[in-house]
């Protein structure tokens, strides 16, 4: 069936480095591809998505290209500060009628420290 | 424009008890799935309704049910309530796979 397997947390930084989260995938067909941040005491909310291959996905500085050849979708930022600490979710939509039934990964907790 | 909104936002309900949660899409969305939030299981699939319809549905027993009004708006309902059942539950609602979920900011439920 679908997964998506993401990196694992938690990850540390300081504000300004770059952020790298690992996110592959396996499904049939051509999926949508997200990623969703979570906070403390809140739902999950969009980041961003994309919905085809070699399509690149971006919002508040973070971006994500689906990659077919090697099935990932991995998610990238230049500069993180201090309010990205959350926890950041791979997700995946198939194709056809069951596009309704999200697939996600484990999720990462990412600490940003000043 | 609202988003989508569930009730209650927190419930405390006793083992063998049921318990009915909802959900009230973005107008327009037609599309309502539920998930289940757990430390230990992560994000799970319960099941998704597409104009009153169930479309889908994940590997849950079957006290756990749901389903769909004309205006578009979602109930779940867990019967028989058992202590695992404690979980953060989330609703999203959708247009289409293209403009992907919206998700509302979910019911704690804890089972005592």
Known sequence: ?114 | KAGVTQTPRYLIKTRGQQVTLSCSPISGHRSVSWYQQTPGQGLQFLFEYFSETQRNKGNFPGRFSGRQFSNSRSEMNVSTLELGDSALYLCASSLSSEWGYTFGSGTRLTVV
């Open chain 1, 1 to 114: 069936g679908d997964s998506v397997t993401q990196m694992e947390g938690p990850v540390t930084l300081s504000e300004e480095a770059f952020l790298t989260i690992n996110c592959t995938y396996t499904a049939t067909g051509y999926p949508s591809l997200f990623w969703y941040v979570q906070y403390p005491g809140e739902g999950l909310q969009l980041l961003l998505k994309a919905t085809k291959a070699d399509d690149k996905g971006s919002n508040k500085g973070f971006e994500a290209t689906y990659r077919k050849e090697t099935t990932s979708f991995h998610l990238e930022k230049g500069s993180v500060q201090v309010s990205d600490s959350a926890v950041y979710f791979c997700a995946l939509s198939p194709s056809g009628d069951s596009w309704g039934k999200l697939q996600f990964g484990a999720g990462t907790q990412v600490v940003v420290t000043p």
